[in-house]
C-alpha cells in the first residue's frame, strides 16, 4: 500500500522515508499497523481524470547493454566478443 506524509516536507518511519509528499510503497506488514494508527499518514489515492479514468503510473524501461555488438551477425557479445569476431560464420 502507497502512504504519503502531510506533516512536514520529510520523515523517516521504520526505515522507509516519506518526502516532499510523494507516495512510497510499504510492504512490512508490521509498519503497516503501525503508520495507521500515526498522525500524519494518509493513504495514497491516484487522481482521477475528467473522464473518471486513474493515472497509472508507467515504469521507465531502460535497456542495459552489455557488452558489444558483432560487426557480422550484430549479436550483443557479453564475454568473448574478439573470438566471436573472429570466428563468426555469419553471412553479412
Known amino acids: 500500500m502507497k502512504y504519503i506524509y502531510t506533516k512536514g ?3 523517516e518511519f521504520y526505515g522507509y522515508v516519506f518526502y516532499d509528499g510523494r507516495p512510497t510503497e510499504v510492504t512490512d506488514k508490521a509498519t503497516l499497523e503501525k503508520i495507521q ?3 500524519g ?3 495514497y489515492q491516484p487522481q482521477e481524470i ?3 479514468e486513474e493515472i497509472q503510473e ?3 524501461e531502460t535497456r542495459v547493454l552489455k557488452g558489444k555488438e558483432c560487426s557480422k551477425c550484430h549479436q550483443i557479445i557479453p564475454k568473448g566478443w574478439y573470438m566471436h569476431q573472429k570466428w563468426c560464420r ?3
Open 50 to 52: 475528467e473522464n473518471g
Open 41 to 43: 499518514f494518509e493513504k
Open 58 to 60: 508507467t515504469p521507465a
Open 9 to 11: 516536507p520529510w520523515k
Open 37 to 39: 494508527r500515526e498522525v
Open 90 to 92: 555469419s553471412v553479412s
